[in-house]
């Protein structure tokens, strides 16, 4: 399974950006998917997280800027980040929960990670 991530860049602070999150490979079903941030010298986070029904939570310091989706047909989840902050700026990884058959449990994996800086 490879978790492919993109759409992320430079942007103003006020400004908006879509981050893409797109799952290939062997996969049978994906249980749970998120988005986690990575800013220079601290932990990775958790930015937002979506079950498979559809229930999502967020990172306080991103509730109601960020809206996160997906789409199981296609076995991708977005992030819609709007009114972005410089405090925003780190990597954002893709993470999603997968079973790749229905008769052995479920495995993590992550993507590559994609820079979002948010600077005037």
């Known amino acids: 399974v490879q978790l492919q991530a993109s759409g992320g860049g430079l942007v103003q602070p006020g400004g908006s950006l879509r981050l893409s999150c797109s799952a290939s490979?062997?996969?049978?079903?994906?249980?749970?998917m998120a988005w986690y941030r990575q800013a220079p010298g601290r932990q990775r986070d958790l930015v937002a997280h979506i079950t498979s029904s559809g229930d999502t939570n967020y990172a306080n310091s991103v509730k109601g800027r960020f809206t996160i989706s997906r789409d199981n047909a296609v076995n991708t989840a977005s992030l819609q980040m709007n009114s972005l902050k410089p405090e925003d700026t780190a990597v954002y990884y893709c993470?999603?929960?997968?079973?790749?058959?229905?008769?052995?449990?479920?495995?993590?994996?992550w993507g590559q990670g994609t820079q979002v800086t948010v600077s005037s």
């Open positions: 490979g062997r996969i049978y079903s994906i249980n749970d």
């Open positions: 993470y999603a929960d997968v079973k790749s058959d229905p008769y052995t449990r479920s495995l993590e994996f």
